[in-house]
């Protein structure tokens, strides 16, 4: 078993990069899923169904969440890669 000081010694240097890189991915699939989310209210807006009223309760509440998750990991203030 590693006692503390040989972990610490053993571990790997931070890469700030990696990591920008990761959230600028994430960034960039939640604005793509939103931005389809909000392609499918468009359309069920202009044809409603059945259970139009459901789904687009359902669509904006998805947003929202996706929305507020950018807002909190401060993912709505990275720029282009």
Request: no cysteine; proline share 4%.
């Amino acid at each position: 078993m590693l006692d503390a000081d040989s972990r610490t010694m053993n571990r790997q240097p931070l890469r700030l990069h990696h990591h920008e890189s990761v959230l600028h991915q994430v960034r960039e699939r939640l604005l793509t899923e939103i931005t389809q989310l909000e392609q499918r209210l468009a359309t069920l807006r202009n044809h409603p169904g059945e259970h139009a009223g459901l789904m687009i309760n359902t669509y904006e509440r998805m947003i929202a969440r996706k929305k507020h998750f950018m807002a909190t990991w401060q993912l709505t203030d990275i720029g282009p890669q």
